[in-house]
């Protein structure tokens, strides 16, 4: 097996050189580090992990906590995200600890990584406005980055996607097809994602002189059942009071309320439209819903490679304004959205 002072030697470099190219220490050029990775794959080089945790004093191990909900376990959204993520550590020798908390339980778990010692940094997932997890954090000087924003004007490492702009997206084009009666089917209230795609449905409303009444809105757990169930009571509403549009922050949540347009003898795409937020769950592809869904698409899979380039750099003091990323989200229209009935094109009865 080829040892770290025969490899530097063959390169004509310093053992301290070739280590800092393979953990990505931002001071080793491009070119050089470059000639590490190839002739280290050439060469068969695997660095002894315990020798270099003794060494560095780092742990070699990220932390992320996910959060639970009551009755339905872990999100299914973050399945694929954390697939990519555990590949792409483990693309730099970085072992992912995954910890599942519900919410009153979220503390005491980042606080255990942080005092035992347990991992070098941390990914935080599902923001809020006012996150204790962020600010124990940065009281503590831990290297983390964050999979969204608790605000839009966030002072830390994050990677997020255009929330404001989809959902801006989606009512305008649900307005311009005629609708005046739009229902917003959303995540929990006080998840960052959720109130910036809330703010954006109301300003566009606003912008057109439109709102939509309270009891055709909901917060709730990203779930096909819940969606269903909410939808089933906005329908069961006469003809003059029901939405003509829905708006969905999670396909599962479309397809739930599918669901409630079939029982209510509704078609969707002429009675009835939908559109929604498409991360691009592996096992719900929405352009085989019948019919094919209209999306705001921004695959969750993506985040994964992203976060694990950040974490690694904020673990080598990148400082996090220079880790803050917002990608754009594409608007894909499929059969699920047409113009409004007559009776949509009518403002709410009271």
């Known amino acids: 097996m080829t040892t770290l002072r025969e490899l530097a030697r063959h390169l004509g470099l310093s053992p301290a050189t070739v280590s800092r190219a393979l953990n990505g220490y931002p001071e080793v050029g491009d070119s050089t580090r470059a000639r590490v990775i190839a002739a280290s794959a050439e060469f068969n080089y695997t660095p002894n992990l315990t020798a270099k945790r003794l060494a560095t004093g780092k742990s070699g191990m990220v932390g992320i906590v996910f959060r639970s909900s009551p009755g339905h376990g872990m999100d299914p959204h973050f399945v694929d995200f954390l697939a990519s993520l555990s590949e792409a550590l483990a693309d730099s020798q970085i072992d992912l600890v995954v910890h599942i908390s519900s919410p009153p339980d979220q503390l005491s778990h980042y606080r255990r990584f942080i005092n035992d010692g347990l991992v070098d940094g941390m990914i935080v997932s599902a923001p809020e406005p006012d996150d204790a997890r962020i600010r124990l954090m940065q009281s503590r000087d831990v290297a983390f980055v964050v999979h969204g924003r608790g605000t839009e004007d966030a002072a830390y490492a994050y990677y997020d996607i255009d929330n404001d702009g989809a959902f801006a997206a989606a009512t305008k084009l649900l307005v311009e097809l005629g609708h005046r009666r739009i229902a917003l ?30 009891r055709f809105r909901s917060n709730d757990e990203m779930t096909e059942e819940g969606a269903y169930e909410r939808a089933s009571i906005m329908l069961a509403e006469s003809e003059d009071r029901r939405p003509s549009a829905f708006v969905c922050s999670s396909t599962l949540q479309a397809l739930g309320v599918m669901r409630a347009a079939a029982e209510a003898g509704l078609a969707v795409g002429d009675d009835l439209s939908i559109i929604s937020h498409d991360d691009v769950l592996p096992h719900l592809r929405s352009e085989n819903f019948a019919p094919g869904l209209s999306v705001t698409r921004a695959p969750i899979r993506n985040a994964g490679p992203v976060l694990a380039r950040m974490i690694m750099a904020r673990m080598n003091k990148v400082p996090p304004e220079r880790l803050q990323r917002v990608d754009k989200v594409d608007l894909i229209v499929r059969a699920s959205t047409g113009s409004a009935p007559a009776w949509g094109g009518q403002a709410w009865s009271q």
């Open 185 to 214: 089917i959303n995540g929990p209230e006080q998840m960052g994602f959720a109130q910036q795609r809330r703010k954006a449905f109301d300003r566009v409303l606003a912008e057109r002189g439109l709102r939509t009444p309270a």
